[in-house]
C-alpha cells in the first residue's frame, strides 16, 4: 500500500507542473476571448472597427483609437489600455502636457526637461507640466473650461501634445474604462479645436499665411490662421493642409484626406527605413512590384484585400507623392508630410493629387468588399 502511495505522490509531483501550464493557458484563452467579445461589442456601439488589440476609427469626425499597448519586454512587460484620439489639424504649439511629477524641477535645472509654462491658475500649475514654443501662444490655449476640464481627471492619466490627446491607463480594459476614455479624448480634441481659433499666429507662420488664405479660396475650402490651415470638403472628400512645426525655427506642411469611407482593410503604409516599423502586427504585405516593396511597408490584416486596392495605378499615384515627401496610408486617410515650408504655387495641386489618392483607395477597397474580399472588420 505504502508503495503505490509513493508512486501515486511521484505520478503527482511530476504532473503538476503541466497541469499549473495548462491551468495558465486555459485561463490566458478565457481572458482572449472576453477581451475579445468586450472589443466586439465596443466597436458595434461605436460604428469602429474591431481590430485584435483594440478598436480604431472616426468618431463625429475625430479620428479615435482605443487599444491594449503592450511595453517594456521579458518580465517586464505590461499592458496598458490607451484611448486616443487626433488632432486635425494638428497644433503648431510644440505642445506637451501631462500631469506634475517628482522630480520634474530637477530635471529642468538640469536642462533634461523644457520649462514649465504657468497660465496663472496655482492649481492647475500645481498639478501640470505644461511646454511649448511660445508660452503666451500656450498660455491662451488653456482657457479656464480646459483647465477646470483636466484638473476633473481622476481616472487614468492624461498626455496631449500637437498631435492629439491620449488618456491610459495600466492593466487590460473593461467597458466602463473603455467608454469613459473614449468620450474623454474625443471632448477634449474638439475643445482644444475650438480652443486654437483664439491663439495668435506663430510668427513663424505669419509669412505664409497669404498663400494658405488664397488656396482655401481658389478651392472653396476654409481657412484658419491658427494653426495656419485650410480644410473642408473638397469633392466629396475630407482635405486639409497645414503648416507644421518641426521645432522652435523650422517649419513643414501635412496634407491630409480622409477617406469617404474607411478601407476596412486594416492597412498600414509607411515609408521603408531599414527595417519594419515594431509597432506592426501584421507581417509585411509584398506587392511583387520589387520597386515599391522596397521603398514602402505594408501591413494589413487582409492581405488579399490589401494587394487588390493597392494595384499598379494606386501604386504610381504613392510613388508620385513620394517625391514630395513621405506618404502615409491607413484605413482612415492618407497623410503627406513635407519638409520645409510649402511652395505656394504646388500647394492646390499637390492636394487635389493626395485627395485623388484617398478617392481612389476607398473606390477600390469598396469594391474588393463588394466583389466577395472579406476585410478582417466586415
Known amino acids: 500500500m505504502t508503495a503505490v502511495l509513493v508512486v501515486l505522490i511521484t505520478i503527482m509531483a511530476m504532473l503538476l507542473p503541466f497541469g499549473i501550464l495548462v491551468a495558465v493557458f486555459v485561463h490566458l484563452q478565457n481572458q482572449q476571448r472576453e477581451q475579445a467579445a468586450l472589443w466586439a461589442r465596443f466597436g458595434a456601439r461605436h460604428g469602429l472597427y474591431v481590430q485584435p488589440s483594440g478598436v480604431r476609427g472616426v468618431l463625429q469626425g475625430v479620428p479615435v483609437a482605443v487599444l491594449h499597448e503592450?511595453?517594456?519586454?521579458?518580465?517586464?512587460?505590461?499592458?496598458?489600455?490607451?484611448?486616443?484620439?487626433?488632432?486635425?489639424?494638428?497644433?503648431?504649439?510644440?505642445?506637451?502636457?501631462?500631469?506634475?511629477?517628482?522630480?520634474?524641477?530637477?530635471?529642468?535645472?538640469?536642462?533634461?526637461?523644457?520649462?514649465?509654462?504657468?497660465?496663472?491658475?496655482?492649481?492647475?500649475?500645481r498639478n501640470f507640466h505644461v511646454s511649448g514654443h511660445e508660452v503666451a501662444r500656450v498660455a491662451a490655449l488653456l482657457g479656464p473650461e480646459l483647465r477646470l476640464a483636466l484638473l476633473g481627471i481622476g481616472f487614468g492619466a492624461i498626455y496631449v501634445d500637437d498631435l492629439g490627446v491620449r488618456v491610459e491607463r495600466r492593466g487590460f480594459v473593461d467597458e466602463a474604462f473603455a467608454e469613459w476614455s473614449l468620450g474623454t479624448v474625443l471632448w477634449f480634441a474638439q475643445a482644444l479645436q475650438a480652443a486654437a481659433t483664439r491663439v495668435p499666429p506663430a510668427p513663424l507662420a505669419v509669412p505664409y499665411l497669404s498663400a494658405f488664405d488664397q488656396a482655401a479660396r481658389a478651392l472653396g475650402l476654409g481657412y484658419r490662421a491658427t494653426p495656419a490651415a485650410l480644410g473642408?470638403?473638397?469633392?466629396?472628400?475630407?482635405?486639409?493642409?497645414?503648416?507644421m512645426r518641426q521645432g522652435p525655427s523650422q517649419l513643414g506642411c501635412d496634407l491630409y484626406a480622409q477617406h469617404p469611407s474607411q478601407l476596412g482593410l486594416g492597412l498600414e503604409l509607411r515609408p521603408r527605413r531599414g527595417t519594419a516599423f515594431p509597432f506592426f502586427s501584421s507581417p509585411d504585405i509584398e506587392l511583387g512590384d520589387p520597386r515599391f516593396d522596397d521603398r514602402f511597408d505594408v501591413h494589413g490584416r487582409d492581405p488579399?484585400?490589401?494587394?487588390?486596392?493597392?494595384?499598379?495605378?494606386?501604386?504610381?499615384?504613392?510613388?508620385?507623392?513620394r517625391d514630395r515627401g513621405a506618404v502615409l496610408v491607413d484605413d482612415v486617410g492618407v497623410r503627406l508630410s513635407?519638409?520645409?515650408?510649402?511652395?505656394?504655387?504646388?500647394?492646390?495641386?499637390?492636394?487635389?493629387?493626395v485627395r485623388d489618392l484617398s478617392a481612389a483607395l476607398a473606390e477600390r477597397a469598396s469594391g474588393a468588399h463588394a466583389g466577395g474580399r472579406r476585410g478582417a472588420y466586415r
Open 70 to 125: 503592450v511595453r517594456g519586454s521579458g518580465k517586464n512587460r505590461v499592458t496598458y489600455t490607451v484611448a486616443r484620439a487626433q488632432l486635425s489639424p494638428a497644433l503648431d504649439l510644440g505642445l506637451s502636457l501631462r500631469r506634475s511629477q517628482m522630480g520634474d524641477g530637477l530635471l529642468e535645472s538640469l536642462g533634461m526637461l523644457a520649462p514649465n509654462v504657468l497660465v496663472g491658475d496655482a492649481a492647475f500649475d
Open 232 to 243: 473642408g470638403a473638397l469633392d466629396g472628400v475630407q482635405v486639409w493642409a497645414q503648416l
Open 304 to 321: 488579399e484585400g490589401v494587394r487588390a486596392v493597392l494595384d499598379a495605378e494606386i501604386r504610381a499615384r504613392i510613388d508620385a507623392l
Open 338 to 353: 513635407m519638409l520645409g515650408a510649402p511652395d505656394p504655387r504646388a500647394l492646390v495641386p499637390t492636394l487635389r493629387a
